[in-house]
């Protein structure tokens, strides 16, 4: 079964000119997000079912021809009427002057030559033709005199009611409580951003800047927060379920009491972060900073810590249990945390207060090597106690 969830948002120089339009959307096959080239058709149609554009200049019901467009874990983007692009006919603004609501209809084939309708139609309805037309008549040019305009628009027409892509697009950074799916910024700026409590699907974020954002008590999966800027943001009681956050940089960001699941911090510099509380399972760590972290109660169930730095922490009752924790440095205060069936191959525990720790069934356990170790009551791989 072929799914596509797809974004449209209108900018404000369509309403005087004949201007290409952003569209960004994601196809899964099956569950599985697509990857490839892949063929495409594209309608704007009216509620009654009449073709208002077709992408390739055709009046019939289904485009005649497709446009080639690369997907990549199942995003895709392009500009509709962009002529640049082969295949791809310009975009009246006149085609939208004469209805009040359109929507956004699309065919895929994956190259059998079998092109099948994904999705339902986009509603592109009376509130994002409002904001377009609100904007274009409130006259500022400013970033700050487009946000007045959003928040006096917002607050008489329901957020739910308005594409939050097209809100991104335009400087807007209120998404509390939203649902986003598919949201396709790369290297956007959403420094300060509010998206607490919100869900935030099939995102992709690479590269994005996030400084000081709010993501407290959101739930985020199945996306794409690789090399993103996360510095001080709060992500307390969030939850994280197969996100990408490759090379991210966290630096001294909360993320106290939330959970991560099948999530990649590889690379990630983590420094000076708050994980106190916070729950976390088959979570890759590998290469990670976690210096002068805080993880105080926290537990990380098969997780990947290999060749990452784990130094000067303050990790009281920290559980680690079966993590592959082999090549890490590891210092600081981990008195009653548990290693148990953990692998700590290569790993270095030097400058360590392993008071009341426990290591039962950990191998690569090598104590006699670290130095400036404290033991007292911490109980070894053997299942021996060891006091100094």
Same mark, same amino acid.
């Given at each position: 079964?072929?799914?596509? &969830?797809?974004?449209?948002?209108?900018?404000?120089?369509?309403? #005087?000119?004949?201007?290409?339009?952003?569209?960004?959307?994601?196809?899964?096959?099956?569950?599985?997000?697509?990857?490839?080239?892949?063929?495409?058709?594209?309608?704007?149609?009216?509620?009654?079912?009449?073709?208002?554009?077709?992408?390739?200049?055709?009046?019939?019901? #289904?485009?005649?021809?497709?446009?080639?467009?690369?997907?990549?874990?199942?995003?895709?983007?392009?500009?509709?009427?962009?002529?640049?692009?082969? %295949?791809?006919?310009?975009?009246?603004?006149?085609?939208?002057?004469?209805?009040?609501?359109?929507?956004?209809?699309?065919?895929?084939?994956?190259?059998?030559?079998?092109?099948?309708?994904? %999705?339902?139609?986009?509603?592109?309805?009376?509130?994002?033709?409002?904001?377009?037309?609100?904007?274009?008549?409130?006259?500022? &040019?400013?970033?700050?005199?487009?946000?007045?305009?959003?928040?006096?628009?917002?607050?008489?027409?329901? $957020? &739910?009611?308005?594409?939050?892509?097209?809100?991104?697009?335009?400087?807007? +950074? =209120?998404?509390?409580?939203?649902?986003?799916?598919?949201?396709?910024?790369?290297?956007?700026?959403?420094?300060?951003?509010?998206?607490?409590?919100?869900?935030?699907?099939?995102?992709?974020?690479? =590269?994005?800047?996030?400084?000081? $954002?709010?993501?407290?008590?959101?739930? #985020? +999966?199945?996306?794409?927060?690789?090399?993103?800027?996360?510095?001080?943001?709060?992500?307390?009681?969030?939850?994280? #379920?197969?996100?990408?956050?490759?090379?991210?940089?966290?630096? %001294?960001?909360?993320?106290?009491?939330?959970?991560?699941?099948?999530?990649?911090?590889?690379? !990630?510099?983590?420094?000076?972060?708050?994980?106190?509380?916070?729950?976390?399972?088959?979570?890759?760590?590998?290469?990670?900073?976690?210096? %002068? !972290?805080?993880?105080?109660?926290?537990?990380? +169930?098969?997780?990947?810590?290999?060749?990452?730095?784990?130094?000067?922490?303050? !990790?009281?009752?920290?559980?680690?249990?079966?993590?592959?924790?082999?090549? !890490?440095?590891?210092?600081?205060?981990?008195?009653?945390? +548990?290693?148990?069936?953990?692998?700590?191959?290569?790993?270095?525990?030097?400058?360590?207060?392993?008071?009341?720790?426990?290591? &039962?069934?950990?191998?690569?356990?090598?104590?006699?090597?670290?130095?400036?170790?404290?033991?007292?009551?911490?109980?070894?791989?053997?299942?021996?106690?060891?006091?100094?």
């Amino acid at each position: 079964m072929i799914r596509c &969830t797809f974004v449209f948002f209108l900018l404000a120089q369509l309403s #005087i000119a004949d201007v290409p339009v952003p569209h960004t959307g994601h196809v899964s096959i099956s569950g599985a997000p697509y990857w490839g080239t892949a063929q495409f058709k594209f309608s704007i149609i009216d509620e009654d079912g009449k073709v208002l554009w077709n992408h390739d200049g055709s009046t019939s019901s #289904i485009p005649l021809n497709s446009v080639s467009i690369e997907v990549q874990n199942g995003f895709y983007s392009l500009h509709l009427g962009d002529s640049s692009m082969n %295949g791809m006919k310009t975009l009246p603004a006149s085609s939208l002057s004469s209805t009040q609501k359109a929507f956004l209809r699309i065919w895929f084939d994956k190259g059998t030559g079998n092109f099948e309708r994904v %999705g339902i139609d986009l509603a592109l309805g009376a509130a994002p033709f409002a904001l377009v037309s609100e904007l274009s008549r409130s006259g500022g &040019t400013s970033f700050e005199s487009r946000i007045a305009a959003l928040e006096n628009i917002i607050s008489n027409i329901p $957020a &739910t009611s308005i594409d939050p892509v097209l809100l991104a697009e335009i400087g807007y +950074k =209120k998404f509390p409580s939203r649902n986003l799916s598919g949201l396709s910024f790369p290297n956007l700026n959403l420094d300060q951003a509010d998206f607490k409590s919100a869900v935030i699907t099939s995102a992709n974020l690479f =590269k994005s800047s996030m400084k000081n $954002a709010v993501f407290q008590n959101s739930t #985020i +999966k199945d996306s794409n927060f690789s090399e993103t800027i996360l510095t001080t943001s709060n992500l307390t009681s969030s939850k994280f #379920i197969s996100v990408n956050l490759i090379n991210a940089n966290a630096v %001294g960001a909360t993320f106290s009491q939330m959970e991560g699941n099948s999530s990649d911090f590889s690379q !990630a510099n983590l420094t000076l972060c708050d994980f106190n509380e916070a729950i976390f399972s088959d979570c890759n760590f590998s290469n990670a900073s976690f210096q %002068g !972290a805080s993880l105080s109660a926290s537990i990380f +169930k098969s997780c990947n810590f290999s060749n990452s730095n784990l130094i000067n922490l303050d !990790a009281p009752s920290v559980d680690f249990s079966s993590s592959n924790m082999s090549n !890490a440095t590891i210092s600081g205060n981990l008195s009653k945390s +548990k290693f148990i069936n953990s692998n700590l191959s290569g790993s270095d525990f030097s400058s360590c207060d392993l008071t009341g720790a426990d290591l &039962t069934g950990a191998s690569g356990f090598t104590p006699n090597i670290y130095i400036n170790v404290t033991y007292s009551g911490t109980t070894l791989p053997d299942g021996s106690t060891r006091n100094n």
